[in-house]
């Protein structure tokens, strides 16, 4: 990083430290093209370029994330890794990226142009897609390219090698399903009430009834 992109990250994060409803440890940095819904909190050793975090997504710490979107209501342990890069396993005499890619990784190419995939993206630009009322662990990772749906649980150490569907509970290396938090129907519903688009007073008003899925379908029907 170049002297005038860290003052630019310097300067873009005072600016976020005075926004109302983002809570930031001092060691944390964010870019001037990171967007932030706040109520917010980052944690010690947090850095984010060009990412984008919803209303009440909070981030342990020790993490640095780029090109990475959050929905509503996250929570994110330690350690998330965005496993940006792949090489060629098959197929490819050689899995070094100087005959592959024009980035010089190593200093130095040999390729004038690209011939393979390396950088997935799961869409929009993202090099990961989060949706809202996610649950990450601890040190976990996620290849670049995918994309994790509404609710899931992913477990603390878990590889995540292809998209999450809403609602899983996953876990392993690779994370496999291993559960679900609800029953499908349940599922469907809390996916078409999307609760997290309510209004915050809305929410601080009827925060009991999130204790179960019944309760909070009939306190939705009822507003």
Not at 65 to 89: K, M, N, W, Y
Not at 149 to 177: M, N, Q
Not at 184 to 204: G, V
Request: hydrophobic share 40%; net charge positive.
């Amino acid at each position: 990083m170049n002297v005038a992109s860290f003052l630019s990250q310097v300067l873009s994060t005072c600016r976020m430290r005075l926004r109302r409803g983002v809570h930031m440890d001092p060691r944390v940095l964010v870019s001037a093209d990171t967007t932030i819904e706040s109520p917010n909190s980052l944690g010690r050793g947090t850095t984010l370029l060009g990412c984008s975090l919803g209303r009440g997504t909070y981030i342990a710490g020790k993490t640095r994330l780029d090109r990475v979107r959050f929905g509503r209501f996250c929570s994110v342990g330690q350690e998330l890794l965005i496993a940006e890069g792949r090489h060629p396993t098959r197929g490819f005499a050689t899995t070094h990226p100087a005959f592959f890619s024009a980035r010089r990784q190593a200093g130095f190419t040999y390729a004038d142009a690209p011939v393979f995939d390396e950088v997935r993206q799961a869409r929009d630009g993202w090099l990961a897609d989060v949706g809202h009322d996610v649950w990450i662990g601890d040190r976990v990772t996620i290849l670049a390219g995918i994309r994790i749906g509404t609710g899931a649980v992913i477990g603390a150490g878990a590889v995540v090698t292809k998209d999450l569907e809403p609602y899983g509970i996953y876990a392993g290396v690779p994370a496999r399903r291993i559960g679900q938090r609800c029953s499908d129907e349940e599922a469907r519903d809390l996916l078409e009430s999307a609760w997290w688009e309510r209004d915050p007073r809305w929410l601080a008003a009827n925060w009991r009834e999130f204790n179960s899925i019944p309760t909070l379908m009939a306190a939705l029907r009822r507003s």
